[in-house]
């Protein structure tokens, strides 16, 4: 195995053989991501892209997350003798390729020995790019100059930046390798290795044969200003050339005497610089004294380079009396993502993002499997489908969540029994957020608000009448004349501006006996503006119901007792569903690193609405109310729904992926992810339940005007409460993943115990071959062969691997698996 390849960041390197490479070109998952990278642009589809490193393999070594393994690390280069050689900016690959004659007796312009050395060349994911991987040759000199050599001979340009040993090179599709030997597979040069090992362990990667400099074109020329002496000695930050960040920083537009920033700059990048350089001020004032802008006030004014940097390190202590740790300016991670392909959060702690934490990425992408799934369910759930009407199928999350909020207070004479406290009947409760960015689409709820609410909205008229009779009865009575009994009357609906009083006042008038028992009905507040919601409750404790909504999700009791003649006192349990859509910046106020210990993020259930990427919404014409006739029919029958709900087995589906989800938070020692995932089988449980009963009408009988009775649910429904239980799962990591570990890692610091938490569960499956056995698993991850199989059971309950076959060994019968999916926990 003569080269190895790294799946992703966070990942250590695995060897490749000739088996490993066809299936990671082959894999229909990379090869989509290239083909809409082609299409979009997206430099983040191909930064998701497995890599290979042909150049070299890599000696284990420990991650700053402490984890052994082949890392790609120049200080740890074993070289292959493989040279990777990158052509950049070819509008016409192919047509380049086609020239040098390749696998022909010809060799069109190329020599025999050069074409002999050639073992692979690719188009490149862009499309407009080209691969060349050959045998170095020792006496040519090291990997750059045998780029250089090669260049020269197929009439190409260098991309100076695959100088490094551990340069990696994304893969392409199997039908974009414009040719391969398969010696490639086996090939090794020790001679090369033992002369250049040492070299690129040190640091040193730069061109050692001046000749070659002379094959260089002018532009080449002209791009290095004839400056050897500082690219032969070329500082390094963590294995990256930090003159390339610095260019990336600098790209749109160089500080100039013009623009009278060029002081100021030097400041920021010094400040910058001694972050990434640990405080040493020597080295960060070399790095700015090459600096071309620093050059020029150098000679124009004597700029004291030494005083700049001095200046910024003061700056940097007074920062660190407030913070304790210390990043990068925005702009120069920008630039470090730019040219290292990593962020600096990835590269200085070894891990792709925050452990409890689902990226903007990776949720968007999500966001399109759960449309997929929820609209494979739209057979088996008719009014799903009416729910979803115009909207696009990253939109389809939101909708399940907005109508299940609306049906399942219409369903408020509904219980069930939960597995913690089952003798406790509960009810269906909603604390729903729809987050998207203004004009994402958010307008859809009011739709299904119109409809859903209807049958709550017509009922409360009454009474909204009623008390506005009430009120303008009071007001033409005289001061000695006899004052009216206020009327008792239910109102359940209520804007974002009520005051508490009233408030609790419907709560408990909303009472209505059910086969025997006084029922509490289910209040509900509908807001199309979260930061409304936020700003009209800040008046005080009269109007904040941050308590209610709190106590909302669990119908939890309070009480009051005020001395106003207006305030009933007496304690009551709060039944109260809301649902509000806003902006990330109107959820950031309401749950924030002040507030995150008081439970509210894991009671709210916060769907995002992704961006619309500059595209159109459907051009919609006709006037189609039958969806919304259907709608409005459906809650009708909803609001008159009553008695415990036959739901057992949905429950019994919750605790076990509850169970399988705490097992992974212990392996990977995450309380955040323990507390977030607590509550999500609630979540699960409620948004399914109207749904399920809708599916299983025909199984319920009348009594009076309510509708009751016993039914089955089964593997569909199953389907649909892990579904929503997964949704509910993720967006919480996506949204309050950071919180959660910052809530801990304080609480952990306060109490002088640190200890990092790492997503082990994920990086052990990657670590598995496509196919394999218990015994694998244990060997593996150098668990016991109990712990393997209790994990492998874990996994097939997922549906994340497969039985696809049985072997006998020693006797035994014994079977293998196959990976099915990528693992989510």
Same mark, same amino acid.
């Given at each position: ?30 090869? *989509? ?417 119109? +409809? ?119 304690? +009551? ?47 919609? *014409? ?140 994920? *990086? ?5 071959? *496509? ?55």
């Amino acid at each position: 195995m003569s080269f190895c390849y790294q799946k992703n960041y966070s990942n250590p390197t695995l060897p490749v053989d000739e088996a490993q490479f066809y299936a990671l070109v082959r894999a229909g998952k990379w090869n *989509e991501n290239i083909d809409k990278f082609r299409e979009t642009g997206d430099a983040s589809l191909k930064r998701k892209l497995p890599a290979f490193i042909f150049q070299a393999t890599f000696d284990a070594t420990t991650s700053k997350a402490g984890k052994t393994g082949a890392w790609r690390k120049q200080a740890a280069t074993l070289l292959t003798g493989l040279v990777v050689m990158d052509i950049d900016h070819v509008e016409a690959p192919k047509g380049v390729f086609d020239k040098w004659g390749l696998g022909t007796d010809e060799h069109g312009f190329i020599n025999k020995d050069a074409a002999r050395r050639i073992l692979l060349v690719y188009i490149t994911p862009s499309g407009k790019g080209l691969k060349v991987v050959f045998k170095a040759d020792a006496a040519v000199g090291n990997l750059i100059d045998n780029q250089h050599r090669m260049a020269e001979i197929l009439g190409v340009e260098v991309d100076e930046s695959c100088k490094d040993a551990s340069r990696m090179s994304f893969i392409c599709k199997e039908s974009d390798i414009l040719y391969i030997d398969k010696e490639l597979f086996t090939y090794e040069n020790k001679e090369f290795a033992e002369k250049y090992n040492a070299e690129y362990r040190a640091g040193h990667s730069g061109v050692t044969q001046t000749v070659t400099l002379a094959h260089r074109t002018d532009k080449q020329t002209a791009e290095q200003s004839g400056n050897l002496d500082n690219h032969e000695v070329e500082i390094k930050w963590r294995d990256y050339d930090i003159q390339c960040i610095i260019d990336k920083r600098y790209s749109a537009k160089l500080p100039c005497a013009a623009d009278s920033n060029r002081h100021n700059e030097s400041l920021k990048l010094a400040s910058d610089l001694l972050v990434l350089f640990d405080g040493d001020r020597k080295l960060v004032q070399r790095i700015l004294e090459r600096q071309s802008w620093v050059q020029e006030i150098i000679e124009e004014r004597d700029e004291n380079v030494a005083q700049t940097v001095a200046s910024a390190a003061e700056r940097m202590a007074d920062r660190e009396k407030k913070y304790l740790t210390q990043c990068p300016s925005k702009a120069m991670q920008e630039a470090i993502s730019q040219a290292c392909g990593q962020s600096w959060k990835q590269i200085t702690q070894g891990e792709t993002t925050d452990t409890a934490t689902i990226g903007e990425e990776e949720i968007e992408q999500w966001l399109w499997d759960w449309g997929e799934k929820i609209e494979a369910l739209f057979p088996y759930y008719p009014a799903l489908q009416d729910a979803c009407k115009g909207l696009k199928r990253n939109q389809y999350p939101a909708a399940l969540i907005v109508s299940g909020a609306l049906m399942m207070t219409l369903m408020t004479r509904c219980t069930y029994r939960f597995y913690h406290r089952p003798s406790k009947l509960r009810r269906l409760n909603a604390s729903a957020l729809i987050i998207g960015d203004p004009a994402s689409g958010k307008s859809f709820a009011t739709r299904l608000y119109e +409809f859903l609410a209807a049958p709550i909205v017509a009922a409360d008229k009454a009474g909204k009448d009623t008390i506005n009779r009430y009120r303008e009865e009071m007001k033409t009575k005289g001061a000695n004349k006899e004052k009216p009994k206020k009327p008792k009357v239910v109102v359940r609906v209520h804007p974002s501006r009520t005051s508490n009083a009233q408030f609790i006042q419907d709560m408990v008038n909303a009472v209505e006996n059910v086969d025997g028992t006084d029922m509490q009905l289910h209040m509900l507040t509908f807001d199309t503006e979260l930061d409304n919601t936020l700003s009209v409750q800040k008046g005080g404790s009269w109007i904040d119901k941050q308590n209610l909504e709190l106590k909302a999700f669990h119908n939890e009791e309070d009480g009051q007792a005020y001395s106003n003649m207006d305030s009933i006192m007496q304690d +009551f349990n709060v039944t109260w569903n809301y649902v509000y859509t806003g902006t990330p910046i109107a959820l950031k106020k309401k749950v924030n690193e002040q507030n995150f210990g008081s439970g509210l993020a894991t009671r709210l259930t916060c769907i995002p609405l992704p961006s619309t990427h500059f595209e159109m919404m459907d051009l919609d *014409e006709e006037v189609d109310e039958d969806s919304d006739n259907r709608l409005l029919e459906w809650a009708k029958k909803l609001d008159k729904t009553k008695g415990e709900l036959s739901i057992k087995r949905i429950v019994r589906t919750m605790y076990d992926w509850t169970a399988r989800r705490m097992a992974d938070a212990k392996d990977n020692e995450s309380k955040a992810d323990e507390m977030l995932l607590k509550r999500c089988a609630y979540h699960g449980i409620n948004y399914s339940a109207p749904f399920i009963v809708m599916r299983h009408w025909g199984d319920l009988h009348q009594e009076g005007d309510y509708w009751c009775g016993e039914f089955e649910t089964d593997e569909i429904d199953d389907q649909l409460a892990e579904l929503i239980v997964n949704i509910q799962f993720a967006c919480q990591r996506h949204y309050f993943g950071s919180l959660a570990e910052k809530y801990f890692d304080d609480k952990l610091r306060d109490a002088s115990t640190n200890r990092r938490h790492r997503q082990r569960t994920i *990086e052990d499956f990657n670590r598995l071959p *496509e196919e394999f056995s218990i015994d694998d698993v244990a060997n593996s991850l150098h668990l016991c062969i109990s712990s393997a199989r209790t994990r492998v059971k874990r996994l097939l309950k997922d549906g994340a691997v497969v039985k696809c076959g049985e072997y006998v060994e020693n006797g035994a019968c014994k079977h293998r698996y196959k990976k099915k999916a990528v693992l989510v926990f």
